[in-house]
């Protein structure tokens, strides 16, 4: 058995410290490099940062594996034993192109269940923080119980992709729900949006394709503070591969995949 406590106290100093590198980052020259297609982007500091939690890791957790984003860990077929999930950088883009609204993001796992999230804003210094069964903290503010509410009161993350021509969903399905939400956002990473639903600043979160770092430490999170994820078809997500991604509220959940998904039968 992992001591929970010695790897979150770790974990923690850790992320700072990156973050701490990343904000230092800001004033020097950025290598910009492109991995899937032209909009994919990497930095050197997305790397160096993933390399940076491998070695601190490996070094105190020899035991422990990690499946990080830019493909410096382990290569692994399943969860079993401690798993670290790490995105160096969530949401790269606004890195490069903005300079905020971007996280570091770590989900810890024992044999698949959540026990550590991690969620960084470097640039406004928030820690989103979950010992699994300890309550969601941002700094030192406890953070309240998720209420149920409605998708005429909710304010929903939703990139305007998915309403318009693409490969994964048909664009007419999710413009009702925009229609009838008192608003939309965007905020180009996962982790933040998630991070802005535990906190109660957003309502749900809708996205057709996350990677299992974009929402390991979030999932912790969301469902610590009784929230509810699943895929767009409502079911559990799939940490070895990419999903569609559905986070909420309680009863907005129910409201979005019945009344404007249909149930998943789409
Ligand atoms: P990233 O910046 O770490 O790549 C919105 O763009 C969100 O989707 C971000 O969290 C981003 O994470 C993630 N994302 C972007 N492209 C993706 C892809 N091809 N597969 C999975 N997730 C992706
Ligand atoms: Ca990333």
Redesign the pocket.
């Known amino acids: 058995m992992a001591n929970w406590s010695e790897v979150d106290t770790y974990a923690k100093s850790w992320v700072k410290e990156a973050g701490e590198n990343i904000r230092k980052s800001f004033s020097k020259k950025l290598t910009i490099m492109t991995k899937?297609n032209a909009n994919?982007l990497v930095t050197d500091i997305d790397q160096g940062t993933e390399q940076f939690f491998i070695k601190k890791i490996k070094e105190k957790f020899p035991e422990h594996r990690i499946m990080g984003?830019e493909g410096f860990g382990d290569k692994l077929s399943n969860l079993d034993g401690v798993v670290w999930i790490i995105?160096p950088?969530?949401?790269?883009?606004n890195f490069v192109h903005q300079q905020r609204n971007f996280a570091i993001s770590i989900g810890i796992y024992e044999n698949g269940e959540g026990k550590i999230g991690l969620i960084y804003d470097v640039v406004h210094d928030e820690l989103y923080h979950c010992k699994k069964g300890h309550g969601v903290y941002m700094n030192d503010l406890k953070l309240p119980p998720l209420k149920e509410t409605e998708v005429s009161k909710a304010i929903i993350g939703l990139n305007a992709t998915w309403v318009t021509e693409n490969k994964r969903i048909d664009p007419s399905l999710l413009a009702p729900l925009v229609k009838e939400a008192r608003g939309t956002r965007s905020y180009?990473?996962?982790?933040i949006e998630m991070a802005y639903i535990a906190s109660n600043r957003v309502d749900a979160y809708i996205?057709l394709?996350?990677?299992p770092w974009?929402f390991a430490a979030g999932v912790i999170m969301i469902e610590e503070l009784g929230g509810v994820v699943t895929t767009l078809k409502g079911e559990k997500l799939n940490f070895l591969e990419?999903n569609s991604v559905l986070v909420s509220k309680p009863g907005l959940h129910k409201e979005i995949m019945k009344e404007y998904l249909n149930n998943g039968n789409w």
């Not at 950088?89 to 883009?93: F, Q």
């Not at 180009?188 to 982790?191: H, V």
């Open positions: 899937s994919d984003e995105d950088i969530d949401g790269t883009m180009g990473s996962a982790a996205t394709r996350l990677a974009d990419n």
